[in-house]
Nanobody
Framework: QVQLVESGGGLVETGGSLRLSCVASGRTFSNYVMGWFRQAPGKEREFLSTLKWSGLTYYAASVKGRCTISEDKAKNTVYLQMNSLKPEDTAVYYC?????????????????WGQGTQVTVSS
């Protein structure tokens, strides 16, 4: 099993920034992929970004240019730096992990999930 714990959410004004963190523990995979998703009330869970064990990254069009995914392997932590936040970015943000040779971008491709962290952007 893999345990994921997110932190870093909060209330921020439009145009502000936040850095979300996701600490992973438990089982490890050599071909791991870490992803970030979000889910707003009444909406489906939305893919944001993914990072492969090789360092390869991918971003959804909705956040490309505003978000950066990175990792600190020594700390088993993945980050999502979010800039130029907008009210429509308000959602619960989730970290997810998978064992994969590709760059999965749908929730069903990820086996492990954190509990989520709330991000609220005020207008």
């Amino acid at each position: 099993q893999v345990q994921l714990v997110e932190s870093g959410g909060g209330l921020v004004e439009t145009g502000g920034s936040l850095r979300l963190s996701c600490v992973a523990s438990g089982r490890t995979f050599s071909n791991y992929v870490m992803g970030w998703f979000r889910q707003a009330p009444g909406k489906e869970r939305e893919f944001l970004s993914t990072l492969k064990w090789s360092g390869l990254t991918y971003y959804a069009a909705s956040v490309k240019g505003r978000c950066t995914i990175s990792e600190d392997k020594a700390k088993n932590t993945v980050y999502l730096q979010m800039n130029s936040l907008k009210p429509e970015d308000t959602a619960v943000y989730y970290c997810a992990a998978a064992s994969s040779w590709s760059l999965p971008r749908t929730p069903g491709e990820y086996a492990y999930w954190g509990q989520g962290t709330q991000v609220t952007v005020s207008s």
